[in-house]
């Protein structure tokens, strides 16, 4: 029995793409599983494949002495391992680890990197997103030094939430300070003010977002940047698309 083709359209990133350049890479794509807390790809190990995931997110990690910080998260607006897109072997401090379980569309690193020479769409797509995903990285950057505990997790929440595409999020406190760089007593407090507020609710490793506007208003304005470079990517590469066909 011949398995049954991936819906590229389920990746926001691979719906952008003309049919015809869809067609061209959905030979090298097949569906896996995206596991809690699984290491997609490990510092310093060699990028044997990229992933657009379809549903669920991944964090970026950064390490230094030891510690480890969240710089970057993706969900199915994205993609994940773009140092292949460069041919970079492999990346010495960062890391990719499942945050929210999902699935996603696999393909060789190797095949990708060949599918780049020969599919332009996909070449200009692809450094579109990495310039989005920069801004991500440099954002939360800025974020993290000038921000507070309670105004980072409910920018972090609100961007967990748009990837989850849920109110309910499978996520404990001891991770989201892990990801947040801060002491768990920190992100007990902060998220005990925002469920006193009527924002969230937490129990049993889980968070559900009650009210997201409120929640928006108590995030720092670095949430609405990063939303409004990706907002921008689609936007933007629409607007290419009916230049293109014209009318």
């Not at 140092?83 to 699935?103: C, E, H, K, R, Y």
């Amino acid at each position: 029995m011949v398995p049954e083709a991936p819906d590229l359209a389920q990746n926001r990133l691979l719906a952008l793409l003309p049919p015809e350049d869809r067609d061209c890479i959905c030979r090298w794509l097949e569906p896996v599983d995206l596991l809690p807390r699984q290491v997609l790809i490990a510092a310093g190990a060699a990028f044997g494949h990229i992933y657009f995931p379809v549903s669920g997110a991944a964090s970026l990690l950064a390490s230094a002495d030891g510690a480890v910080l969240e710089i970057g998260l993706i969900g199915r607006e994205g993609m994940v391992g773009l140092p292949a897109l460069f041919d970079a072997g492999i990346s010495p401090n960062m890391s990719v680890t499942i945050q929210i379980p999902g699935m996603a569309l696999r393909m060789p690193a190797q095949a990708l990197r060949a599918e780049l020479d020969r599919n332009a769409a996909l070449r200009a797509l692809l450094l579109r997103y990495t310039a989005t995903l920069l801004c991500q990285v440099a954002q939360s950057a800025i974020c993290n030094r000038l921000h507070g505990v309670e105004q980072r997790l409910a920018r972090w929440l609100l961007m967990a939430q748009d990837r989850a595409e849920s109110d309910l999020l499978p996520l404990t406190q001891e991770y989201i300070s892990l990801m947040l760089g801060v002491r768990r007593p920190g992100v007990t407090v902060a998220a005990g003010n925002l469920a006193k507020a009527g924002l969230i609710r937490g129990a049993y490793g889980r968070i559900v977002i009650l009210d997201r506007k409120g929640l928006e208003a108590n995030a720092c304005g670095c949430y609405a940047v990063i939303r409004e470079q990706v907002d921008r990517l689609f936007v933007r590469h629409k607007k290419d698309a009916d230049d293109r066909a014209g009318p």
